[in-house]
């Protein structure tokens, strides 16, 4: 079975600090995504990567950067966390084709004070 | 990019089929249409794909007409752990990845 973790499943942090979130999949996926879910919203796409080293902005990147250092991790940075990045946040992988099935993670539940 | 729409939410009752359609006017001709199911704080699932036609498998079926505009997810029998969202989703126009998953359509199945 696909397996994709991520770091936390909540997570706290005051406005202002740096933030990490860790996602990695253990079935050599060339894509890995990170979205961030709203009520009313659905998902929203941030950041996603095809390759190792490679990124792509989504629909809302504003606030965040990535980082893919190996195929199996990518990481979610908010450089300086804001109360409106409150919100859960979702790790994905697929293959190669953009109609492959994405395999999500549990998601992180992050709340910024 | 190609937006869906579909009903905010239904309501259904144990063993009854469920129809949920969703309309995506502006699909691409390389734009398969995916549905995925999500369950409170757990992420999506895959449930089912398709390109034209119809599609079936162990646990719904996806029926799709000749001009792709619109497509539905039918999901026979419902029980109670079929409640959840269920986002219907078509590619990034340009073939590239930024598919969007919309708000989805929260089901209720009451007993």
């Known amino acids: 079975d696909v397996k994709v973790t991520q770091s936390s499943r909540y997570l706290v942090k005051r406005t202002g600090e740096k933030v990490f979130l860790e996602c990695v999949q253990d079935?050599?996926?060339?894509?890995m995504f990170w979205y961030r879910q709203d009520p009313g919203l659905g998902l929203r796409l941030i950041y996603f990567?095809?390759?190792?080293?490679?990124?792509e902005k989504g629909d809302i990147p504003e606030g965040y950067s990535v980082s893919r250092e190996k195929k199996e991790r990518f990481s979610l940075i908010l450089e300086s966390a804001s109360t409106n990045q409150t919100s859960m946040y979702l790790c994905?992988?697929?293959?190669?084709?953009?109609?492959?099935?994405?395999?999500f993670g549990p998601g992180t539940r992050l709340l910024v004070l | 990019l190609a937006k869906t729409t579909q009903p905010i939410s239904m309501d259904s009752y144990e063993g009854q089929e469920v129809n949920i359609t969703c309309s995506h006017n502006?699909?691409?001709?390389?734009?398969?249409i995916t549905w995925y199911q999500q369950f409170p704080s757990q992420g999506p699932r895959f449930i089912i794909q398709?390109?034209?036609t119809k599609v079936t498998n162990e646990v719904a079926s996806l029926f799709i007409p000749a001009d792709r505009k619109s497509s539905t997810l039918s999901l026979p029998r419902v029980s109670l752990s079929d409640t959840a969202v269920y986002y219907c989703?078509?590619?990034?126009?340009?073939?590239?990845?930024?598919?969007?998953f919309g708000a989805g359509t929260r089901l209720f199945v009451k007993a």
């Open positions: 994905a992988s697929s293959f190669g084709r953009p109609e492959e099935t994405q395999y």
């Open positions: 079935m050599d996926h060339e894509n």
């Open positions: 990567s095809y390759d190792v080293k490679m990124k």
């Open positions: 502006n699909i691409a001709t390389n734009d398969y």
């Open positions: 398709g390109y034209k």
């Open positions: 989703l078509v590619g990034d126009e340009t073939g590239g990845f930024k598919t969007i």
